[in-house]
């Protein structure tokens, strides 16, 4: 027996030596969540790839510090690797063999073979063009001659140095410059055109008396529009037209062919082209009136005939009007005044533009039922018509020809396009034959979107087939301007059968892409469902099959503009695929629960090979994440994301905090930074300390935002306490802004949380509707959280109200608001803190001076955060209070002492 216990103890040792030298992951601590490495930023832009697909670029920065570096780096690893100052502006030449970058007014001419660079230094600015990138650079120069450059890289014979330059623009074609000269010790200008194909020059205008303001070209870079004022009179603005085939210049507009009021002069906006340059757009504005006595009656009267009330800070009453002068002809119209506006649109072409009486903040007018009418206004003389539209719309699109207005619009209930034919005067509705739920926007798990339904946006136009691609719910469609023809899904239906929402992978101006029948698109995708997201591609021509390229666990494309719910601002997206320009090559970046944002290679969007290895979580105790599901109190089936340490034990009992905001299931993959917390809590932080997270999708209930979250985050509350891991009475409750509110809901209508945070809420929806800054606004319960207004649906504003049930709340409540809040007024947490106070029940309002909706320095994070901790700590984890839980800290004391001290027994 001896023996065998010697022996067992020898096999023992092993074991028990390997679990001593097992590193011991860290907490993560405030240094280390400001100094978190961060690779790249949001956009792509941050990244650059060489045209032969060698090289690539980009960002390696500390999250909260200025500090980090660019690097040039090999794709193949094999060849030299060179690092830059972080803020710098790059590119690579067309040929691959140079990098080009901007800094410290230095311009650095890299060679990647050779490393040999040259230097050109004072230099001033530097434009990057689009088209010509990597062939083409213009740079000004510091120095009395303010010198302009323009370099070809490839061709330098063609390079040219141009003297006293003082503002210059390049056309989208880049093939002109416009430029404007001054001598040195004169003050005349003049507006000279640069053709850079032939290098011919030509004076547009010169003046001495009159000052050259601002200059733009039309999209065929064949005219000019610029501005001219008088040096001691800026109301008597002139606008001029140069045209680059005639060579002559036209003025456009002054106060009096414009017919413009007293008092009224062409605005310093400006001026632009339509898409087609048929027309330019101007605008108008009034002089100010100008109060001379300086001891009078401080005094504003309010109205009820006021467009908004007088202080309120959305809907600005217009300060300038729309023209349109004709390219061609000598017509101006007049387009907006006090109670007509031009609506937005994409691609301003065409003779007719979309008016209506403005309304100010009264949203209840906007459908036309209850007053709201829509003009169309023609820009070819000025004559209106009413555009017969039931409840208007959100965007109106107009076709490349200008010949179809593209709409949504509500009849008889259902939600359909319309194309509205501009020389017919014809309407057709597109999609009749469609089911709305496969067209408004929807949350991902299908669900119908908080708020009222609304339409997606024009995806571009097939101008071979005379037909608009439209993003469905989940889908793609096709729809026939005409409205002859039955409309197409090219997605073939699948994003609607399995909960997979498609967009396209390159979206670029939504509204103005042009495509032909026989294009490809390359299409990002997200499953609903299993949260996976990747890239499909489909071929636009009719019955061609959807090829899926890859689906996986992880994020790399989440631009599309409806691919994530609406809160998608709180996470990494990943970038469009950029591709290098003269080979198949695609540089993505991904992230995924377990892998931080790092750069990947493809060849075909299928297979994918890492360029760089950024995980700086790996020396801490992180978190995985699983999917779950319960069954809400409404018989529907809730979804949540589970966020457990790293070092999870199933026999150990976890303290839980259970953070909602909308939807968060979509975020299953996705990898989620450190740092202290500024508003919401921050779930790494909060698992790296030993709790358990959870995040389930909330969405608003028929009879509003509190009811909603009540079904879904108390029923999950339920679940949890069903876990044998979980310790049923240490689970806590977080949310900020609308989920803040909807925390108070919770608390007033259960006690089954050990304690609550509560950021930036309201806890009575009577008060919030009539406050006239941020989101307390009726026009926010009233559409977004689909109650109607207080007079048709008292019942449900009191039922969103737990101010008014506030004896109900037992459970310790910590509230947090700047008092600078923009989007929700501070006094909406004062009012339910007094309430908690008078009723003698636990609660505390951490109010700061500074922030907005959120903290916004470091000293105000990291105060926060340790608060947030000693209080979840205090109820979850039986850690002892701080003083500022216990005595407080009286007001004379304020930045004197902290409280932050603890109190053991």
Known sequence: MQKKSLLSLVLLMPILLFSQLKPVKKIIDTTTAFNWPEIGLAYQDDVNLSPDGKYFSYRLKKRWVADGQRILQPVDGKGKTYLFPLD??????????????????KLTDLSITSGEVEIIDNVKNILIPDKKKGELLIYQLEGARRQLVVKYL?????????????????????????????????????????????????????????????????????????????????????????????????KKADSRNAGLSIGEFISSKMPFFSDDARYIFFR??????????????????????????????????????????????????????????????????????????????QYWKEKVAAGRHFWLVSLKDGSQARFNIVSGCRQYYYSPNGKYIVYGDSVGGKLDYYSFNTLTKETKNLSKYIPTDHLTFTTINGDKLVGPNFLNDVVGWLSDENAVLIYGSFDIFKFYLSGNQKPENITNGYGYKHHTRFALAYEGSLGENLYNSKDTLLLTAFNGENKYNGFYSKCLSEN???DSLSMQPWIINAFGKRIMPDNDHMMYKGMPPLKATDTDLWLVKCNSTNSAPNYFI??????????????????????????????????????????KPENFDSKKKYPVIIYHYRELSHKLYHYDIPEPCSDIINIPWFVNRGYIVMAPDVFVAENGSGPGAFNAVASAADWLKTQSYVDENKIGLAGHSQAGFQTDYIVAHTNVFA?????????????????????????????????GTIWEHLDLYL?????????????????????????????????????????????WLLQYDEGNHS??????????????????????????????????????????????KLIKE
């Open 544 to 546: 061609s099959h959807l």
């Open 799 to 843: 039922e969103n109200s737990p101010l008014h049930i506030a004896d109900k709340i037992k459970t310790p409540l910590l509230l947090f608001h700047c008092m600078k809040d923009e989007a929700v007024p501070w006094e909406l947490s004062v009012q339910l803190f007094i309430a908690l106070w008078r009723l003698g029940s636990p609660a």
């Open 284 to 361: 108008v504005e009034k002089s100010k009136p100008v109060r001379k006595e300086t001891d009078y009656v401080k005094l504003d009267i309010w109205n009820y005939k006021d467009l908004k009330p007088k202080n309120a800070c959305f809907y600005p009453l217009p300060d300038t009007y729309a023209f349109s002068a004709s390219v061609q002809e000598e017509k101006l119209v007049r387009l907006e005044n006090d109670s007509i506006r031009l609506l937005p649109s994409y691609r301003k072409v065409g003779d007719y533009v979309i008016t209506a009486n403005y309304i100010g903040d």
């Open 855 to 900: 903290l916004l320095t470091k000293r105000d994070v990291l105060d926060y955060t340790t608060r947030l901790e000693q209080f979840f700590g205090h109820y979850l984890k039986g850690q002892p209070p701080a003083e500022w839980m216990t005595k407080g800290v009286p007001r004379e004391l304020k930045g004197i002492e902290t409280g932050l």
């Open 88 to 105: 710098i502006k790059c590119f690579f030449s067309k040929d691959s063999k140079h990098f080009i970058y901007y800094s410290q007014n």
């Open 755 to 787: 304690a609550a945070l509560s950021g930036a809420g309201g806890a009575d929806a009577i008060t919030s509707s009539f406050i006239t800054r941020g989101c307390g606004n009726l026009r926010f319960y009233a559409s977004e959280l689909r109650m």
């Open 154 to 250: 490839q061709t330098p014979e063609k390079s040219m140095v141009i003297d006293s330059v003082s503002k210059y623009a390049l056309d989208k074609k880049e093939e002109h410059l416009a430029i404007l000269l001054t001598k040195e010790g004169h003050t005349g200008k003049n507006l000279r055109w640069f053709d850079l194909q032939t290098g011919q020059q030509y004076e547009i205008a010169a003046s001495s008396e009159e000052e050259i303001e601002a200059f733009d070209f039309d999209n065929s870079g064949t005219r000019l529009v610029f501005t001219k004022v008088l040096r001691q009179n800026k109301s008597g603005r002139t606008i001029w037209l140069f045209d680059a085939l005639t060579h002559k210049v036209h």
């Open 602 to 643: 493809t060849n075909d969007l299928k297979h994918y090979r890492r360029l760089t290895d950024i995980q700086p979580h790996r020396d801490y105790n992180w978190y995985t994440t699983e999917l779950v599901h319960w069954q809400q109190y409404d018989g529907k089936r809730g979804n949540g994301i589970l966020y």
